[in-house]
């Protein structure tokens, strides 16, 4: 493991995010639970179930970052074929992996642990499983790479099994301020200088529109969101500090926290 | 314009999206209208707002697909770089956009229109607009590359006013049949073989979970649905039909659509 903090991409593989046929949930938590412990989310890519493509991407991204986690393609279906994808990007056999075997054979009744479902106990030769709580048939680990089921609830529960494995880095924090009634075009400048004044820090600024008032009298109200974000918390604490001098000088009453809905 | 059906691909640029601040819409949004038009989607990235890394990956992208949108960082404020990264990808240079700037300059009172401000009627030389009739500043086109904002309300209004500039496929058909009460481990080997006698759809099969009863008796239940996609709609008609015969001989009751939540 390199000394500088860790960093992560995603890989999402499914026919059904890139159709539209499915609201893909799974990079909002990855990205947020990564933050949380530590190891950025850096790149993330969402590709079909096609073998050349998934074996190609794999080996693309793993090369770039600390960890890949990818997601979907592990059930016992025919598009289901990102775990012998995974064993071709390193090159080792795809063959029965004897302790999901052991997982998964005896929930069948006999002759129930059919060539379909022995899929879900085949992985490349090496990996090392990932518990699933949720319905049993596990995820894997091999190299930098964690293979993970696609269906949300059972995703969350094996990440969470794998977290300690990883090498956490230092903890992100995140600041946030908003105010309404200014646009960004007139904070631009002021935040930029803020910005310049702490290069360890990102600074983002993020427009939102709410309805406000009653249903007789609505009205549509304007703002911006600007968030400081870094692992030196002093440092971020005192670029939200002259964030919300800034927003004050330009007539704006700065609160706290994200907008409300 | 190459005579093989035209694809697509999507770059989500925002540091927000990646650190799970914000949930993104805009990948389903633009994959069930591209999917609409014929124009397929074929990957999605999400990347952070770093000028290297934006550069690199839209050379990268647009070089393998017929179509590249990016959605982000359009805006005033100083992580807003997707325009001059783009031009720099393009290797011309970053200039004020006489249109862009006609269209924006009148809306400010005098002094309004500042350097900030300037940025987004700054373009890649050759930029050809695309309307914003929600907020104005508008985003543009370039080769094979179409920039868009990030907010979902405003990048909807861009990406329809785009859509009849684009190369439109064969439209791609969808047809759902779904089952409760069916293991995806009891139909996998069935399945395969349909998609096997269907080579030129794609057979799709996603296990699904919904909560059942009233609060006295709830009842957690389980299905499968399967979708057949592609573009001859009779052979789509053909195998979602064969796809049923499979479920009722394996005890199940098929139901057409999409299972209700």
């Not at 518990?131 to 190299?143: H, K, L, M, Q, T």
């Not at 960004?184 to 983002?204: K, N, S, V, W, Y």
Request: aromatic fraction near 6%; glycine fraction near 10%; charged fraction near 20%.
């Amino acid at each position: 493991m390199p000394d500088s903090p860790p960093t992560a991409s995603v890989l999402i593989i499914g026919n059904e995010v890139l159709s539209g046929r499915t609201q893909d949930v799974n990079v909002k938590f990855l990205a947020t639970r990564l933050g949380e412990i530590g190891i950025p989310l850096r790149e993330v890519r969402i590709i079909p179930d096609i073998a050349h493509v998934i074996i190609t991407t794999v080996n693309e991204v793993r090369a770039r970052f600390t960890y890949l986690f990818t997601t979907g393609g592990i059930g016992p279906t025919h598009d289901d074929i990102t775990s012998e994808c995974v064993a071709a990007a390193f090159g080792v056999p795809w063959e029965p992996h004897p302790e999901a075997w052991a997982l998964l054979e005896p929930r069948y009744p006999p002759g129930g642990f059919n060539a379909a479902r022995q899929r879900m106990a085949t992985m490349p030769r090496g990996a090392r499983l990932i518990a699933n709580p949720v319905s049993i048939a596990p995820g894997f680990e091999i190299g930098n790479v964690f293979v993970m089921a696609g269906v949300p609830e059972v995703m969350r529960a094996m990440f969470e099994s794998l977290v300690p494995r990883l090498q956490h880095g230092p903890r992100v924090v995140s600041l946030t301020v908003h105010v309404t009634g200014i646009p960004e075009g007139t904070l631009a400048e002021g935040l930029g200088a803020i910005q310049a004044r702490f290069p360890g820090l990102d600074l983002g600024s993020y427009p939102f529109y709410r309805r406000r008032g009653n249903r007789d009298a609505p009205e549509r109200e304007n703002g911006v969101a600007v968030v400081a974000k870094g692992t030196d918390a002093a440092a971020a604490t005192a670029a939200i500090a002259e964030v919300s001098e800034l927003l004050r000088r330009l007539g704006g009453n700065p609160l706290p926290g994200e907008p409300s809905p």
